[in-house]
């Protein structure tokens, strides 16, 4: 036999190698990306909960696009207003700790990564808990038997993470992030009460408070639906569905679609 | 001389071939591991979104299925649970405050060595808020999810389904008190006239033995432990299997 026909047979099976390889490789790091997506969220939580937000900051990407939006405070565009609000927030709520608890887990991701590895998309829920000093001016906040005397409030505060992912350099890192806030309720009342539910934490809900720490966001909210017990909570947000490329693909943040 | 290399030729594609089946074979697995995670929270994110269609489009076409929880009894066909979703959730429909959010934990999964099936377990925690005449009762509730999956045409479905009722408690009682008294059949006070206990499950209630301080508690669901097909391995829903270490 001629010595072409044995070239051709070790092309076709040095072709075969390389297409075995291509497949394992797009397999592996589609597997590895969702690991490193829940990881990175799992990071954001822990070092969001020490108000560790240099850290925090790390995390989002370097894009002018980058974005994020934590339920009525508006949306906050570009690493520089991003840094100007968590550097703010965290001085707002006495950054060394004291009396501070801030934790908000994460749990029950669904994760999606693009077919052409370069984006990926979550949502989780969150149960968490807060504690806040209250021994300042602008915390107007009801006392209830069982707090009386005490110079922390702890709260219930619920609600679900929304977040859009970029492949930067190697590495997963936040693109678009929204945090709805199902509810924030004091310790001692229930989701249900009505009456207590618009009195809690004036400090935080309200936007001109929060603002005037904040330097105010780059655009308004938008969206704001919280469990209201008169009322219906709309589906919102949806987990991602599977999907090829960014573009074109279905957001998991902002409002729904009409 | 030529044969020898013809049949070392054959021999490395043979291997080539076998080595991707087996590597395909094991992504797949690996994969799998997100990928039944992504379909029970889909479905506990449709669930709190009171969405009863995309809850059912996460179970199987291809096998029977089933679903249970709290103890309604076993529903196993899409419309029976869509129906069970419909009348005791109130999906679909406008009932102010209704809300039921329980979060997957701890998840405990392990995928059939032929790739075709899989198994979990699921702590969960969750609080909610049901309707009844007086407005929404606010309740904790806790619970185990377990499931069987099977993978159709490359999506993961469910092939049962079931939420074990750790406990449902008042918002102001501790789990020791027992279920608020809107979980009990006999209750008036849900809030739509002709409201009544579900009576058109497939099946009776398998396993219902919530958190109870007189009773000890019993080790089930399990686990799922290795297996390597479908075909008489180990349940994670149901009755647990005779001489099952409880």
Not at chain 1, 23 to 37: C, L, N, P, R, Y
């Amino acid at each position: 036999m001629k010595l072409s026909y044995y070239d051709a047979q070790l092309d076709r099976l040095e072709s075969m190698i390389d297409s075995l390889e291509s497949e394992i490789t797009h397999g592996v790091s589609k597997a590895q990306a969702k690991i490193d997506v829940n990881n990175l969220m799992g990071k954001y939580t822990f070092y969001a909960r020490y108000m560790m937000y240099n850290r925090v900051l790390s995390y989002f990407s370097n894009r002018e696009d980058v974005s994020l939006e934590i339920s009525d405070l508006g949306v906050y565009i570009g690493k520089a207003k991003i840094a100007d609000f968590y550097k703010k927030y965290c001085a707002a709520f006495d950054g060394k700790g004291y009396g501070v608890l801030h934790e908000h887990a994460v749990s029950t991701p669904v994760i999606e990564i693009a077919e052409d590895g370069l984006t990926a998309k979550g949502v989780w829920l969150s149960p968490g808990h807060e504690a806040f000093p209250v021994d300042r001016a602008d915390a107007d906040i009801e006392e209830t038997e069982a707090e009386r005397g005490h110079k922390v409030r702890s709260s219930w505060v619920y609600g679900k993470f929304a977040v859009e992912f970029i492949l930067e350099d190697g590495e997963w890192k936040i693109w678009h992030m929204q945090y709805f806030r199902t509810f924030q309720i004091g310790f001692y009342d229930s989701w249900t009460d009505v009456e207590k539910k618009d009195a809690w934490f004036t400090v935080v809900r309200s936007r001109e408070a929060a603002d005037a720490f904040t330097g105010g966001p780059s655009a308004e909210p938008t969206y704001t639906r919280e469990y209201d017990p008169q009322g219906t909570l709309p589906y919102w947000p949806k987990p991602p569905k599977a999907y090829d490329t960014y573009e074109g693909s279905d957001p998991v943040v902002g409002a729904p679609k009409e | 001389m030529n044969d020898i290399i013809e049949a070392k030729i054959m021999e490395l594609e043979t291997k080539i071939a076998e080595g991707r089946k087996k590597l395909e074979l094991e992504l797949k697995r690996a994969d799998a591991c997100m990928q039944v995670q992504n379909t029970l929270n889909r479905f506990l994110f449709a669930f709190q979104g009171k969405d009863a269609d995309a809850c059912v489009e996460e179970f199987a076409d291809s096998v029977e299925i089933s679903f249970e929880i709290f103890k309604f009894g076993v529903f196993k066909s899409k419309e029976n649970i869509k129906r069970l979703l419909r009348d005791h959730y109130y999906m679909g429909e406008d009932i102010p405050g209704a809300h039921i959010e329980m979060n997957s934990l701890t998840p405990c999964i392990v995928v059939a060595g032929d790739g075709e099936t899989a198994k979990g377990l699921w702590s969960s925690f969750g609080w909610e808020a049901y309707p009844t005449t007086e407005g929404p009762k606010a309740s904790w509730n806790a619970n185990q999810i377990a499931a069987e999956f099977i993978c159709e045409d490359g999506k993961w479905k469910f092939r049962a389904l079931q939420v074990f009722t750790t406990f449902v408690s008042d918002y102001r009682k501790s789990w020791t008190a027992g279920e608020p008294d809107w979980f009990k059949p006999d209750f008036k006070g849900w809030p739509k006239a002709g409201d009544k206990w579900v009576d058109y499950a497939d099946g009776p209630t398998t396993f219902y033995r919530p958190y109870d301080q007189k009773i000890p508690r019993l080790y089930w669901p399990q686990t799922p432990q290795p297996y390597y097909t479908y075909e008489n391995s180990y349940p994670m829903v149901g009755i647990p299997p005779e001489g099952a270490d409880l």
